[in-house]
C-alpha cells in the first residue's frame, strides 16, 4: 500500500511511518498542496493522510481540488493534535473520512 502524508513537519511524518513499517506500507512526504497535487499525475495512493496542523490551508485546497477531480477520490483522513470540534466537522463537511484525534498506532 502506498499513502500520501501531507505534512510539512518531519517529526510527524516520522511519526506516521514509524507506526507502519510492519504493515508494508510505504509512505510518501509532501511538504505542501501543490507538490500532492503534481505528484498524482503519476502516482497512485491507496490512502491520503493531511496533518491536522495544515488542514485549514493545504487539506482544505487538496480537497477542493479532489471534488472536481474523479480520478483523484482516495479515502482521506485527517490526524493529529490541535483538532478541535469545529475543525473536525470542517473537515468532514469536505470530504475526509475520518478524524483520528493524538497519537496512534498501526493498530
Not at 506516521?16 to 500532492?36: M, W
Request: charged share 20%; aromatic share 10%; hydrophobic share 45%.
Amino acid at each position: 500500500m502506498k499513502f500520501a502524508v501531507l505534512t510539512s513537519n518531519p517529526s510527524s511524518f516520522a511519526y506516521v511511518e514509524s507506526c507502519l513499517p510492519s504493515q508494508e506500507t510505504e509512505c510518501v512526504r509532501f511538504d505542501d498542496a501543490l507538490s500532492l497535487l503534481r505528484a498524482r499525475r503519476t502516482e497512485t495512493f491507496d490512502l491520503l493522510m493531511i496533518d491536522a496542523q495544515h488542514f485549514r490551508t493545504a487539506g482544505q485546497l487538496v480537497l477542493s481540488w479532489r471534488e472536481c477531480n474523479a480520478d483523484m477520490c482516495w479515502p482521506t483522513l485527517v490526524f493529529g493534535q490541535s483538532v478541535d470540534r469545529g475543525d473536525m466537522a470542517l473537515a468532514f463537511d469536505a470530504g475526509v473520512d475520518d478524524v483520528l484525534t493524538g497519537h496512534f498506532t498501526a493498530e
